[in-house]
C-alpha cells in the first residue's frame, strides 16, 4: 500500500504562484512513477504532469506546459508540482497519483493505483 499526502494548495491570485506537495509512503519511492490530476466542479479529472521513477522524463498537459513543472526529491520521499502564472481555470482541486506496477508514466487516471486526499487550488480572477 502507498499513503499519499498533498498539501500547498490554497487562494491566490491570477498569475500568481503555489507549489504543492505530496509525501509518498509504504513503499520504496524510486519504484513509484508520480502524477498530478486535477477536478473542477463537475468535471471528470483530468491529468496535468507526472514523473518518471528516475526523474528523468516527465509529461505535461498542453493547457499548462510553459507554466508548470514537476520534480521530485527522493531525500524527503516527495513530489513537487510548482505551478506559475496561475489562471482562473487553474482552479481546481489536486490529486497526486502513485503508479508502482508497470513504471509507465500515464496521463489517464486508470493508469494509477493509489491517491491523495487532494488540495485545493483557488485562483481569482
Known amino acids: 500500500q502507498v499513503q499519499l499526502v498533498e498539501s500547498g494548495g490554497g487562494l491566490v491570485q491570477a498569475g500568481g504562484s503555489l507549489r504543492l506537495s505530496c509525501a509518498a509512503s509504504?513503499?520504496?519511492?524510486?519504484?513509484?512513477?508520480m502524477g498530478w490530476f486535477r477536478q473542477a466542479p463537475g468535471k471528470e479529472r483530468e491529468f496535468v504532469a507526472a514523473?518518471?521513477?528516475?526523474?528523468?522524463?516527465?509529461l505535461f498537459a498542453d493547457s499548462v506546459k510553459g507554466r508548470f513543472s514537476i520534480s521530485r526529491d527522493y531525500a524527503k520521499n516527495t513530489v513537487y508540482l510548482q505551478m506559475n502564472s496561475l489562471k482562473p481555470e487553474d482552479t481546481a482541486v489536486y490529486y497526486c497519483?502513485?503508479?508502482?506496477?508497470?513504471?509507465?508514466?500515464?496521463?489517464?487516471?486508470?493508469?494509477?493505483?493509489?491517491w491523495g486526499e487532494g488540495t485545493q487550488v483557488t485562483v481569482s480572477s
Open positions: 497519483g502513485a503508479e508502482h506496477e508497470s513504471g509507465w508514466v500515464g496521463v489517464a487516471p486508470v493508469n494509477y493505483d493509489y
Open positions: 509504504g513503499r520504496t519511492f524510486s519504484t513509484l512513477v
Open positions: 514523473i518518471s521513477r528516475s526523474g528523468g522524463a516527465s
